[in-house]
Nanobody, 116 residues
Framework: VQLQASGGGLVQAGGSLRLSCAAS????????MGWYRQGPGMQRELVAS???????NHADSVKGRFTISRDNGRNTVDLQMNNLKPEDTAVYYC???????????WGQGTLVTVSS
């Protein structure tokens, strides 16, 4: 069972990055997938989530700038991040949640740094 996140890096304010998370060992289609982040000295917070039916939820702080999507054929969930701001600097974590079986899995995190 693994969630492998990639795509983080250093970008200037106003730039874009695309994070991707590849899942293995889980029934991807039935999981709600999400991206969370934890900034320096901050608690981990939800950035965006997408249900198995494709319903999305984005935090107010990223609405209009970030978009979550999933590909059930490739077992991946992506986070397109546009117009990045310094306050978006954080470690971003992929999450897979299956309420039915009570599972809640985390990836290893990928660092996004936005310079001003």
């Amino acid at each position: 069972v693994q969630l492998q996140a990639s795509g983080g890096g250093l970008v200037q304010a106003g730039g874009s990055l695309r994070l991707s998370c590849a899942a293995s060992g889980i029934s991807f289609r039935v999981n709600t997938m999400g991206w969370y982040r934890q900034g320096p000295g901050m608690q981990r917070e939800l950035v965006a989530s997408i249900t198995n039916g494709g319903t999305t939820n984005h935090a107010d702080s990223v609405k209009g700038r970030f978009t979550i999507s999933r590909d059930n054929g490739r077992n991946t969930v992506d986070l397109q991040m546009n117009n990045l701001k310094p306050e978006d600097t954080a470690v971003y974590y992929c999450n897979a949640r299956n309420v039915r079986v009570g599972s809640n899995l985390w990836g290893q995190g990928t660092l996004v740094t936005v310079s001003s």
